[in-house]
């Protein structure tokens, strides 16, 4: 396959203060130094030498921070007894990180294919928070850490004009992409088979590794259990807190129609939730297509794409195959009871074949423009979307 050369900033060493620079008075959190997040603050400043033990008794050392957000972040470390590289994950919101923890254990130990594995966890840190050690992925090859899906996405647009006199390139990462359209489908579909409903799926939650054309799913902090589809598992005896509840989902931009609004309520315990993150896939296969987030377009314009007939939507999709026009259509249709399943999206895919690059590579991307309108007026308002991701 064709690797796409990407450069990357990272921290290259530990930006954590030294004890000179940590205001006394910080065990009591003291107001005057600490701002609205000062939990994460606090903790970053006790870190001390750097190391955790886990619950095994293995010591990992943190190295640099890839990523951080208002409640927590993810470090490069090692396990000290063997080397392996590992993400440590510091959260200071001790419920939602206990919760993705425990889910992960179960996750871990159904052995599901394309998911980040939890090698050790939860385990307790500075001010009440958690600790998880996970699997680090890499790109294969590179002592760096693979790509996000939205990062893959935004290389491939910014490559787009040095693709668009090479057909044969821009079929390669086509197919590429196809790979992985396929691959995301079959991981969210052993999910579902365990009972496990991802609920927050969008390009930021999806690790790539290109030179292997592989996925992996991270961040599990809002799955959950799909009502009647609880896991007879002696080993985890998961309660109600477990299960999927319509007030608790991810980004807005990738969650339907019916659960966005509150048409589903929390006693309503008939509702596929596995419908959730089917039409967040066909959400990130549209941006796969096209290169365009789905967070980036127009509340009018989703509003429309949901609530219009399949024959438009499919007009409107344009990837150039009308197979796969089809499938994403038959993911995003507003009406759940019509959505498709992602076993029969799976098997649809594989069936698929290119005829041309995908408007990704050529420019024609955005969906046409994304000023389609449906036929129909939206039965479901759209809140802001253009949120965090």
Not at 229 to 250: I, T
Request: proline share 6%; hydrophobic share 35%.
């Amino acid at each position: 396959m064709r690797v796409l050369k990407k450069t990357r900033a990272m921290d290259s060493t530990p930006d954590w203060p030294t004890a000179a620079a940590v205001p006394s008075g910080l065990e009591a959190q003291s107001p005057e130094w600490l701002d609205d997040r000062k939990e994460l603050r606090s903790v970053v400043a006790t870190f001390g030498p750097h190391e955790i033990v886990g619950k095994t008794g293995e010591v990992y050392q943190m190295q640099n921070v890839l990523g951080s957000g208002t409640f927590g972040r993810v470090s490069r470390g090692v396990r000290v007894s063997d080397g392996l590289p590992v993400a440590i994950k510091f959260s200071s919101k001790r419920k939602d990180a206990l919760h993705e923890a425990e889910m992960m254990t179960y996750i871990t130990s159904r052995g599901a294919e394309g998911v980040v594995k939890l090698l050790d966890g939860p385990i307790e840190g500075p001010s009440n928070g958690i600790y998880t050690v996970m699997d680090l992925v890499q790109s294969e090859g590179e002592d760096s850490p693979a790509s996000t899906l939205r990062e893959y996405i935004e290389l491939l647009a910014e490559n787009q004009s040095t693709l668009e006199a090479r057909r044969d390139d821009m079929m390669v990462l086509s197919e590429d992409i196809l790979a992985f359209m396929q691959q995301l489908a079959r991981i969210m579909l052993g999910l579902h088979r365990i009972c496990v409903v991802h609920n927050d799926l969008k390009p930021n939650n999806i690790m790539v590794r290109e030179q292997t054309v592989q996925l992996l799913l991270i961040d599990f902090g809002l799955s959950c259990f799909a009502p009647g589809c609880r896991p007879r598992d002696s080993a985890h005896s998961m309660g109600l807190e477990f299960l999927c509840k319509p007030n608790r989902v991810g980004n807005s931009a990738y969650v339907p129609p019916e659960i966005r609004t509150g048409w589903v309520s929390p006693t309503q315990y008939d509702y596929d939730y596995t419908k959730i993150d089917c039409y967040a896939v066909g959400m990130v296969f549209m941006d796969m297509v096209t290169g365009e987030f789905s967070w980036n377009r127009s509340k009018a314009y989703l509003a429309a794409m949901n609530t219009a007939s399949r024959d438009r939507r499919i007009a409107e999709i344009y990837s150039g195959t009308r197979e796969l026009d089809e499938l994403i259509a038959d993911l995003i249709d507003d009406n759940p009871a019509r959505r498709i399943s992602l076993a029969e999206a799976s098997d649809r895919l594989a069936s698929v074949r290119l005829r041309d690059p995908l408007p990704i590579l050529t420019g024609r991307g955005a969906i046409n423009g994304g000023t389609f309108t449906g036929p129909t007026p939206n039965p479901y308002p759209l809140e802001d979307i253009s949120e965090e991701v």
